[in-house]
């Protein structure tokens, strides 16, 4: 049961969260309108840059608020040889909503601005949604198995939507993030899909597969594990501050050259290739993850 300064904590956190958010919005949004009408995509890209900025300064708001007011004990292991001018393809293990303030926090200015993979749905969000595709977040529409029946012509439509909305990625260095997982962990989640692992669910390697057959430049993997001790990790716990201590591990990987291709999403035997190499690297996140202690 919460105590009352962590109720506090919570109530503080959440309202500044909310202003900061607010602010920031109140900048973006005219901006990304404008972003909206302008028909040249050099001059696109220009307003892009901008909004990155203010997206930036609302991280560093985020962060500055959390390590004075929750003051968690975050240790960052492997964090070491990136920089803002290279393209990534950047995952991480998904627990809670807390994870993206967490990836944000550690790669905010230090690489670029990472792009996370969206529902289509949630364009539609007042306020926030016109943030999120001012700042080129890539919105992914997909159709379910029912949809493709009574409408073969969907079929594959959806890929070709991201490849359309993600080619112009090639024209400024990017961090594409994908949570290969698909949605957070839970012990009803983990029992359903009979995983494997035992503290990760399966990882999903759509997302990422079409990122690498669109965008030619990248060629690393930024590998994020992030591990708490506490074991609740609601996003109202890390907001009262209960998420104290965190370890972070990262991993630079270079990407197999077989699978920088831009017919790794279609080819079903090379994109069954690329499914081993993350389930690979999900059974050393997941040995990791065991294996850590914060003794």
């Not at 998904?94 to 994870?99: P, V």
Request: charged share 25%.
């Amino acid at each position: 049961m919460a105590s009352a300064k962590e109720f506090v904590y919570g109530c503080a956190s959440f309202s500044i969260l909310l202003v900061n958010t607010f602010l920031l919005a109140l900048l973006m949004i005219p901006l990304g309108i404008i972003k909206f009408l302008i028909p040249i995509k050099t001059l696109r890209v220009s307003f892009t840059k901008i909004i990155i900025k203010i997206g930036e300064a609302w991280i560093s708001i985020n962060s500055l608020w959390v390590k004075n007011l929750l003051n968690p004990n975050i240790e960052i292991i492997g964090f070491e040889s990136l920089n803002k001018n290279e393209w990534y393809l950047t995952t991480s293990n998904h627990q809670s909503w807390a994870d993206i303030f967490v990836v944000q926090e550690l790669t905010n200015k230090k690489i670029p601005m990472l792009k996370f993979f969206m529902k289509h749905i949630l364009v539609y969000v007042p306020v926030i949604g016109i943030c999120w595709w001012a700042l080129d977040m890539p919105f992914l529409k997909r159709y379910t198995k029912e949809q493709i029946k009574k409408n073969p012509q969907l079929q594959g439509r959806d890929f070709k939507e991201m490849r359309k909305s993600l080619n112009h990625y090639s024209l400024h260095p990017v961090s594409v993030f994908s949570y290969a997982e698909g949605t957070r962990l839970t012990k009803e989640k983990h029992a359903k899909q009979n995983s494997p692992f035992k503290n990760l669910l399966k990882p999903k390697e759509g997302g990422m597969a079409l990122a690498l057959s669109v965008i030619p430049s990248i060629n690393f993997l930024i590998d994020i594990t992030i591990i708490y001790e506490s074991p609740k990790r609601s996003f109202w716990d890390y907001l009262c501050g209960r998420l104290k201590n965190i370890k972070i591990f990262v991993k630079k990987r270079e990407i197999p050259e077989i699978f920088l291709n831009e017919m790794l999403a279609e080819d079903d035997i090379l994109r069954l290739k690329f499914k081993e190499w993350i389930y690979e690297i999900w059974k050393e996140k997941d040995e990791l993850i065991s294996s850590t202690n914060f003794n």
